[in-house]
């Protein structure tokens, strides 16, 4: 299952700072909400034929896309951000998909699933 295998390999920084006895930090999720619209659209609701939406979408299934990016299993294209303030420097998903951790991912897809 290829999201199973993205959360094996994704760097557990959580699951290493429980085993040293600290709690996982909280995720601050703006700053992430805020890159991933500058490409597909405020709360998730593109309108560019290049981009899919991701509002409403099945968590699992945003999910599962993200797992795709981070294992090159789909087409990667430089995509130029077009909503909010980000500068105008192709983003390239897979690229995006290799930054985030278990917990960035789940808690996105959460996010952009309730919009």
Known sequence: MKIARFFLIV???????????????PIDLQ??????????GPNGNSNRD????LAGRPA???EEGIAEF????????????QYGDRPAT??????????LSKEEVKALAQY???Q
């Not at 192709?90 to 930054?99: E, H, R, S, Y």
């Open 11 to 25: 760097p557990m920084l959580f699951l290493v700072s429980s085993v040293h006895g600290q709690d996982p930090q």
């Open 31 to 40: 700053p992430l909400i805020v890159e991933c619209e500058g490409c597909h």
């Open 50 to 53: 290049d981009v899919p939406i």
């Open 60 to 62: 699992t299934e945003i």
């Open 70 to 81: 981070y294992f090159y299993e789909r087409h990667c294209p430089n995509v130029t951000p």
């Open 90 to 99: 192709p983003l390239n998903m897979c690229k995006v998909a290799n930054t």
């Open 112 to 114: 952009f699933a309730s």
